[in-house]
């Protein structure tokens, strides 16, 4: 009995240190980003997983967009895409393709837009994507969202155009719940 729970024991330490290990030196902003997300955990907690969120993105030839995602109970209900500033796009892209809105079962048609996910798993892609330390980049983290990611990502050395990799996020807010109560 006592060699099975010694067992037990060294397994689970050792698949601790290697969450532990995965999570620590690998980071550019470590501190901030743990930081960050113990408030998004919060957050989750306290908005019952429910909340939008705004991506925004500029190019250098002169379009801007800008896309609200809203989720909730931690799944994609609805994403909005909508372009702010059209200078250098092509003229020829469709009307229906400047604005518009997906929702449930389309979520994810448009190819334009930020991706469709969650706030978990921009936590997730920036720890295991975005934030890992690279001898050619300048990475970014800032959580101005009263804590949360705003800009998470990098940028390679000697790009020029459009050469960032990741998320700006300008606003985050919890959503009140449409539930319907059956009495």
Same mark, same amino acid.
């Given at each position: 009995?006592?060699?099975?729970?010694?067992?037990?024991?060294?397994?689970?330490?050792?698949?601790?240190?290697?969450?532990?290990?995965?999570?620590?030196?690998?980071?550019?902003?470590?501190?901030?980003?743990?930081?960050?997300?113990?408030?998004?955990?919060?957050?989750?907690?306290?908005?019952?997983?429910?909340?939008?969120?705004?991506?925004?993105?500029?190019?250098?030839?002169?379009?801007?967009?800008?896309?609200?995602?809203?989720?909730?109970?931690?799944?994609?209900?609805?994403?909005?895409? +909508?372009?702010?500033? &059209?200078?250098?796009?092509?003229?020829? @892209?469709?009307?229906? %393709? =400047?604005?518009? $809105?997906? !929702?449930?079962?389309?979520?994810?048609?448009?190819?334009?837009?930020?991706?469709?996910?969650?706030?978990?798993?921009?936590?997730?892609?920036?720890?295991?994507?975005?934030?890992?330390?690279?001898?050619?980049?300048?990475?970014?983290?800032?959580?101005?969202?009263?804590?949360?990611?705003?800009?998470?990502?990098?940028?390679?050395?000697?790009?020029? +155009?459009?050469?960032? &990799?990741?998320?700006?996020?300008?606003? @985050?807010?919890?959503? %009140? =719940?449409?539930? $319907?109560? !059956?009495?």
């Amino acid at each position: 009995m006592k060699s099975k729970i010694y067992t037990v024991v060294i397994v689970l330490t050792l698949i601790g240190t290697l969450f532990y290990a995965c999570d620590s030196d690998d980071l550019n902003y470590q501190s901030e980003f743990r930081t960050s997300k113990k408030i998004w955990l919060d957050f989750k907690e306290s908005s019952g997983n429910s909340y939008q969120y705004t991506v925004e993105h500029g190019s250098w030839v002169g379009f801007n967009w800008e896309t609200t995602i809203i989720v909730e109970e931690g799944e994609i209900i609805q994403r909005h895409f +909508d372009y702010t500033a &059209t200078a250098g796009l092509s003229e020829d @892209i469709p009307e229906s %393709e =400047l604005q518009w $809105t997906e !929702t449930k079962s389309e979520i994810g048609v448009h190819q334009n837009g930020a991706d469709p996910i969650t706030l978990e798993e921009v936590y997730n892609k920036a720890a295991q994507e975005w934030l890992i330390a690279r001898d050619n980049a300048t990475t970014y983290f800032e959580y101005e969202n009263n804590g949360l990611i705003s800009t998470c990502g990098y940028v390679e050395d000697h790009c020029v +155009d459009d050469c960032f &990799t990741g998320i700006i996020i300008n606003s @985050i807010e919890p959503i %009140e =719940l449409k539930t $319907t109560k !059956t009495q």
